[in-house]
């Protein structure tokens, strides 16, 4: 059985039907004259129904099975679809009970279950993510140029459908060469005393959850997450950090600045309508400061959360 063969015809026909169901949807939705947000939560939840009917997501077996293919793509260096399958996954099926592996579903079924639903979450991850650039399309019904796709390594703000959706509906609006320039302008305070003076008011679980950010995006080190200088002195301006602060105490695990720290904003709120509402707080000031890369990893943090809400609404519905 060529396993990898059998993933990747069934992942690309889901992606390129998924990816036609989008934009019949957001056209049908726009005649209906449904607002943008309206649009994208009715379409997202037509894949998860959808989802729901795929024997993978109904099965707690097989939604095991599914967990091991993921957490065993990092086993591997290379190859490493052919590989989970081939090995984790193809003995983890065998083991299955059975009243679950049958005639009618083999570990073929399972495979292709696999590639559709991976094939779907990745279509509704990009979505979400460029959802600005699909908005101009839906408010201005103009599809012509409709795709779903990773721009990575650049920002989708700077590919060429972005571009020529703004020249075409928005002229007159002042765009620099590249997004990322946006964020590059020469920042007006000349010294620490001028930014310390004119940045906005952080308060100390703000300050706390940045200096998390910095820690994390250092960490990652993604080729689009990378902090340069300036921003990092920027952020230990805006925390400055004294001899009486609560980190260099006794007690210092017990506050609520390192728990935010160490545990990000998860330490915040476990609720994320209230991790959605602090950071849309804070996402004015760090752009205010032209923090790029901090903004950045906050902009998709709020897509995550503001797409989980919409979930959430949907089911309870």
Do not use: W
Not at 59 to 82: A, D, G, H, R, W
Not at 275 to 297: A, G, M
């Amino acid at each position: 059985m060529d396993y990898l063969k059998i993933y990747n015809s069934n992942y690309n026909k889901a992606y390129r039907i998924g990816e036609i169901a989008i934009k019949h949807k957001l056209i049908q939705f726009n005649r209906e004259t449904f607002s943008f947000e309206r649009a994208s939560n009715l379409t997202q939840e037509s894949f998860e129904n959808f989802e729901k009917k795929l024997l993978i997501d109904k099965e707690p077996k097989l939604t095991e099975l599914k967990s091991v293919f993921q957490k065993s793509l990092s086993n591997y260096s290379k190859n490493k679809i052919e590989l989970v399958l081939k090995n984790e996954v193809r003995k983890g099926f065998l083991k299955l009970q059975l009243n679950i592996q049958s005639n009618t579903y083999t570990l073929e079924s399972f495979i292709k279950e696999l590639a559709i639903l991976n094939a779907t979450n990745e279509l509704i991850r990009l979505y979400n993510n460029h959802s600005e650039l699909f908005k101009i399309m839906y408010e201005n019904d103009y599809f012509d140029l409709f795709e779903i796709k990773d721009y990575h390594p650049i920002d989708f703000r700077d590919s060429k459908n972005y571009t020529d959706l703004l020249n075409k509906f928005y002229p007159l609006r002042k765009k620099p060469e590249t997004f990322s320039e946006s964020f590059s302008v020469t920042h007006p305070y000349d010294t620490i005393d001028d930014l310390e003076n004119n940045t906005p008011k952080f308060n100390e679980k703000e300050k706390a959850y940045l200096l998390h950010l910095i820690y994390k995006i250092i960490e990652e080190s993604k080729a689009n997450l990378k902090l340069n200088n300036t921003e990092f002195y920027k952020v230990l301006s805006i925390v400055n950090l004294k001899d009486d602060s609560c980190l260099v105490s006794d007690n210092y695990k017990n506050s609520d600045y390192y728990r935010i720290l160490s545990g990000g904003i998860e330490k915040i709120s476990l609720d994320i309508k209230t991790q959605d509402s602090f950071i849309d707080i804070l996402i004015p000031k760090t752009r205010e400061l032209k923090l790029k890369n901090i903004t950045k990893h906050l902009s998709e943090k709020s897509t995550f959360l503001k797409a989980s809400i919409a979930r959430n609404r949907n089911k309870a519905k």
